[in-house]
């Protein structure tokens, strides 16, 4: 006898309003959307990527009061004084310790100022000088970051004060400031912002007749900023 055959399983249809459909076509869709959401939160991050390649320029104030004491063989004595208006204009160099992906990162740099006050009673001080700095740059988004930073400095410094006092020496003058800056992009290249901190210098000057004069300035300071980046190529990937 032959055996009976027997009929092959049959499948299940998927018909547009089975459940076997909707369930396919809702986790196609979950797919896609999270492959969407992927997709904007890795372009958003690529774009706020920090970057810190610079060349920048700073057109700063100084502070203007100083508190001094003035020594001579008969003796001495302290006050306190301002310039009429002290500037300290500087050029310096950016570098981001940057990984790929970073939004937020340590820089390293160096700066060359000058600085000009005016004293009102006749007279000015003048000094050249450099500046190593240290801090981190924070990239809000592609078009804003900001900046925190710790700045040393020393400088050459001329003292020339009119008025019959014959004040007039040099110094060896060091300093610190602490700066905040914000910079809005112009483009790939240039950045432009502004800049507030607080700055503290110190400097012992030789006078005429033996005399010295300790002078100590401290103050705030704000600065028009203007940056060229050398490249706005984000960390190479390893």
Not at 71 to 99: E, H, I, M, N
Not at 181 to 204: F, M, Y
Not at 225 to 236: D, F
Request: hydrophobic letters at 40%.
């Amino acid at each position: 006898m032959t055996a009976p055959k027997h009929a092959p399983p049959m499948k299940p249809l998927h018909l547009p309003g089975s459940p076997f459909s909707t369930r396919e076509t809702s986790s196609r869709r979950c797919t896609s959307v999270m492959s969407g959401l992927l997709l904007c939160l890795s372009g958003s991050a690529l774009a706020s990527e920090v970057v810190r390649r610079d060349v920048l320029l700073a057109v700063s104030t100084a502070p203007t009061a100083f508190d001094y004491t003035l020594s001579s063989p008969g003796g001495g004595f302290s006050g306190s004084d301002t310039f009429s208006y002290a500037l300290a204009p500087r050029l310096g160099v950016r570098w981001g310790l940057v990984q790929p992906g970073w939004n937020i990162a340590p820089v390293v740099g160096a700066d060359l100022f000058y600085r000009q006050a005016a004293y009102a009673g006749g007279g000015s001080m003048t000094g050249r000088g450099a500046a190593l700095t240290l801090g981190a740059a924070w990239a809000i988004n592609d078009s804003w970051s900001s900046d925190v930073e710790f700045a040393a400095s020393y400088e050459q410094a001329s003292l020339q004060l009119g008025g019959g006092s014959g004040l007039n020496g040099t110094s060896l003058m060091h300093g610190y400031d602490l700066r905040l800056r914000t910079l809005r992009s112009l483009d790939r290249t240039w950045s432009a912002g502004i800049e507030a901190g607080w700055q503290q210098s110190q400097g012992n000057f030789s006078a005429s007749s033996d005399r010295s004069l300790e002078l100590k300035s401290s103050g705030w300071t704000a600065a028009v900023v203007v940056v060229w980046r050398l490249s706005a190529r984000p960390a190479g990937l390893e």
